[in-house]
């Protein structure tokens, strides 16, 4: 698990495995990820996404840049 490239919010479970705030270019922003949320193992968030409130990702999930995801949104495994 990587944190390096990310502003989270309280209840924010990040499992291990998941990479969080992948830099994909200089001047990229951190992920920003909504409270109680749940990143699953194997899944990958680039730099400059954003996701809302109890947003949920299964295994093996990614998540390219600029990608914007509203609050109570589960991503199924392996999307």
């Not at 109890?54 to 509203?70: A, L, N, P, S, W």
Request: hydrophobic share 35%; proline share 4%; glycine share 12%.
């Amino acid at each position: 698990m990587t944190e390096p490239y990310i502003e989270s919010q309280e209840g924010v479970q990040i499992q291990p495995g998941a990479i969080v705030g992948l830099k994909y270019r200089e001047g990229c922003k951190p992920v920003r990820v909504g409270k109680n949320s749940v990143i699953r193992a194997g899944s990958i968030l680039y730099a400059d996404v954003e996701a809302g409130a109890h947003f949920q990702t299964g295994h093996h999930v990614m998540i390219r840049e600029h990608t914007r995801i509203g609050d109570h949104v589960v991503v199924g495994t392996n999307t």
